[in-house]
């Protein structure tokens, strides 16, 4: 009969005291942990909400990666140009917040008025890039006191009118499915004040001009248009608000509008970027346009749905008219809105309508098209399933 000795025993005792210190230490650690996770301040726990702003910071592709590395099966699911993922890369954007081939991550935080730049470009159209994301010029409310009457000096080409259509021709009938309105409403351009203005602000002459002429478009292409014109910036001023308090204010009034007809499905709010016009313009068959751009807010739930229609109006605007949009952004975090009333409804965008330096013959050009692509989009749309 085989007899172990004493010291086999003892160190097989050892060992076994080892294994289970490690095992009793591990859960007391991990009790521990739990207890200062419950107890400590709501302030400094990790929610979930931190998580979530951790790592939204990473790209999906890279999560992609790091699953691929476990299970292979995740790697087909790889575009065929995808570059390699470094993980030393990954890591420090992890740990520091800040992306090696994006400066706005890091000077962002540094410079003032740099975080104007923020946002993600998701669909960048023909020169699109970081130096082109638009810019918002918050005026002085004082102006408005001083107020100088607008000088409309150019006659903007007429579009030819719409031929009468036909029965067969499709229409909404008398439903109005389009809503527009202009939280920014006095957002105008230089073109159209008077000679020295400094500030592209005015009570009249403004961007609501460019959406009365989206919805005459619309109009004429058969799809039933609710315009708003609101004077947002006499509101705010009247009720004591600042300027950044603009889509708090715009909100109720789109939501009545929603609750008064239930027909109303896009809901569209136009703006003007403060950008020159090099960047705001382009030139399509000897013709000049003014540029837009889709913004859509990124922090409320369903934003995906929203990113979509901004997706394909941009990429049917490229076929029609090629260089017209300028892309598709995203914006959220601090110093932004990040949900533009867009949260409301599904089917709702921010579109930018040129610069500060462009003309009515620009603007009117530019609705007319986007009119014509919506148009085009909607009733195809009609014809899948519908439902509108």
């Known amino acids: 009969m085989y007899t172990r000795s004493n010291s086999s025993i003892k160190e097989s005792l050892r060992k076994w005291y080892k294994r289970s210190s490690v095992y009793v ?4 650690l991990l009790f521990l942990l739990i207890g200062i996770l419950t107890s400590i301040q709501p302030a400094y726990r990790l929610s979930s909400s931190a998580v979530h702003d951790w790592t939204s910071q990473v790209k999906g592709s890279s ?25 030393s ?8 917040s800040v992306k090696p081939d994006d400066p706005r991550s890091l000077l962002g935080r540094e410079i003032p008025g740099f975080a104007s730049y923020d946002g993600e470009i998701i669909v960048a159209g023909e020169g699109m890039d970081y130096t082109s ?4 010029s918050n005026p002085p409310m004082e102006i408005f006191d001083q107020e100088k009457e607008a000088i409309v000096t150019e006659t903007p080409e007429e579009k030819e009118p719409a031929s009468p259509k036909d029965e067969a021709a499709p229409t909404t009938g008398d439903r109005d499915v389009v809503y527009i309105y ?3 409403n006095r957002e105008s351009y230089f073109p159209l004040l008077p000679e020295g203005t400094k500030d592209a602000f005015h009570s009249e002459a403004n961007i ?3 959406g009365e002429r989206l919805a005459q478009q619309l109009e004429a292409n058969g799809i039933g248009t609710t315009i708003d014109k609101t004077d947002f910036t006499k509101l705010l001023k009247d009720k004591g608000m600042e300027y950044h308090q603009s ?3 715009s909100r109720p009034v789109v939501e009545a509008a929603m609750n008064q007809d239930e027909n109303l499905n896009f809901f569209f709010d136009l703006h003007r970027d403060a950008l020159p016009k090099e960047k705001t313009t382009t030139t399509i068959e000897d013709k000049s346009y003014a540029r837009i751009l889709f913004v859509v807010g990124g922090e409320y739930a369903k934003y995906e749905e929203n990113l979509k229609l901004a997706n394909e109006l941009h990429k049917m605007i490229e076929e029609d008219y090629p260089g017209l949009s300028k892309g598709v952004i995203t914006k959220k975090g601090a110093g932004v809105d990040g949900k533009y009333n867009q949260d409301l409804a599904q089917n709702s965008a921010l579109i930018e309508f040129g610069g500060v330096d462009n003309n009515l013959d620009e603007l009117y050009r530019t609705a007319d098209a986007i009119a014509e692509v919506f ?12 439902t509108r």
């Open 63 to 87: 999560f992609l990666y790091l699953m691929g590395m476990e299970n292979r099966m995740f790697e087909s699911a790889f575009p065929e140009d995808q570059e390699e993922i470094k993980v």
């Open 89 to 96: 890369k990954l890591m420090f954007q992890l740990a520091t």
């Open 182 to 184: 202009h939280t920014h």
């Open 375 to 386: 148009s085009d989009y909607y009733w195809d749309a009609e014809k899948v399933d519908g």
């Open 25 to 28: 230490g591990a859960v007391c």
């Open 133 to 136: 994301m638009p810019i918002e």
């Open 247 to 249: 889509y708090d204010a």
């Open 208 to 210: 609501t001009m460019v």
